[in-house]
């Protein structure tokens, strides 16, 4: 049985695997792209250097390169460098990555147009915090490394201005957001189950619903095992006997597992099993192993207040960016190729970042 994910954005713009994508859509075979839900419109009217424009705001080749060296350094460093001569679904790592980072620049640059809607800007002391980073991060580059990205300090005091004051826009966007989350809501269980099917799957991948007569035979094998359950045989015997899902646990909160299977699930207290539940999978036997987790009860209000918190930002952000035009220099893009150097390792850009601006507790 497959779990209904529902799909989170992360909230906070802390590591450049974390950074929220805007959905950018690469549209190879026609004359227009898009940044998030602003249509980009070719044009000439590029400065030396220059990947893209939102509104009054660029981004330089310099600013995306240092994003793009610290991904590439980032993603190696767990993988290897062998990952990049792979095929990822007929797109190449190289080349998601770097339209990942279009996309992770292209909303930095937006947040800083909006913040200066909202009459957003850096403290005082925010902005030495910024020269701080930048001044270590920049001491921190070789000499390849500052050839290879063509950066100097103000390039990267400018990156880490930006990246502060789109997290202040995203924090004031949230502030009001109610952080107060119930145990119920939040609430993770385990349990046990076994599935009868009431579908089977064709030579093409295709699921193919069973016949009336099929669908009573598996209720009948449903019907059965519940009774072999509630007459006290041991669950897991009867797993192995009649379960025809690939897993049988499963750990989960609200809003995850189909809705029939939830509700019964969420009733049932710690060993309790449930009548026959009937999902598009078929029909469902269910026992509770746990009802209630704190540790991950509480690491599910975390994550539900990012997801209100995410929600919040999205109505006022893309509402904004809507009506904005951007220009995007794919001339210049489609010539930048990921140098694998022994020598070019920096990847310490966000851990900087974080170092100055750590998010208060």
């Known amino acids: ?6 799909w ?7 590591s450049i695997l974390l950074l929220v994508m805007i959905g950018v859509i ?23 250097n220059e990947v ?3 509104g009054s705001s660029s981004c330089t080749l310099p600013e995306a390169m240092v994003y793009m060296t610290t991904a590439k350094n980032q993603y190696e460093s767990v993988y290897g460098v062998e990952m990049w001569s792979h095929d990822f679904g007929g797109i190449t790592l190289e080349k998601y990555l770097k339209n990942m980072i279009i996309s992770q620049l292209s909303q930095i640059k937006s947040m800083n147009l909006l913040a200066k809607e909202m009459d ?3 403290s005082e002391d925010e902005v030495q915090l910024t020269q701080k980073a930048a001044k270590e991060y920049y001491e921190s580059l070789n000499t390849a490394e500052i050839t290879y990205m063509n950066v100097n300090e103000a390039v990267i005091k400018q990156l880490y201005t930006e990246y502060a004051l789109a997290n202040k826009v995203y924090e ?3 502030k009001d957001v109610n952080p107060e989350i119930s145990d119920d809501e939040a609430r993770s269980i385990t349990v046990k189950h076994i599935l009868i099917k009431t579908y089977k799957v064709d030579e093409k991948g295709n699921k193919v619903p069973f016949s009336e007569e099929q669908k009573n035979q598996a209720y009948a094998k449903a019907q059965e095992a519940l009774g072999r359950a509630k007459a006290g045989e041991d669950f897991d015997s009867l797993i192995k006997i009649y379960n025809e ?17 939830e509700e019964a699930a969420f009733n049932l207290d710690k060993d309790e099993i449930s009548d026959i539940v009937e999902t598009e999978y078929g029909y469902h036997i269910i026992k509770c192993i746990s009802n209630f987790d704190r540790d991950k009860t509480d690491a599910n209000k975390i994550t539900i207040l990012e997801q209100r918190k995410s929600e919040a930002f999205d109505e ?5 960016i809507g009506q904005v035009s951007s220009d995007f220099n794919d001339k210049l893009w489609d010539k930048v190729t990921l140098k694998v150097d022994e020598s070019i390792t920096t990847m310490n850009f966000f851990d900087i970042y974080n170092k100055y601006f750590a998010p208060k507790s």
Not at 26 to 42: C, L, P, Q, R, Y
């Open 1 to 6: 049985m497959r779990r209904r994910i529902k």
């Open 8 to 14: 989170r954005k992360p909230v906070m713009i802390i």
């Open 26 to 48: 690469w549209v190879f075979i026609s004359g227009d792209k898009k940044i998030g839900d602003t249509k980009i419109v070719f044009t000439t009217g590029f400065a030396e």
């Open 52 to 54: 893209f424009k939102i």
């Open 120 to 122: 957003i800007t850096l």
């Open 172 to 174: 004031q966007i949230t």
């Open 245 to 261: 899902d690939s897993k049988t646990t499963y750990e989960f909160g609200k809003g995850v597992m189909p809705d029939a299977y």
């Open 316 to 320: 006022v952000y893309y509402s904004f």
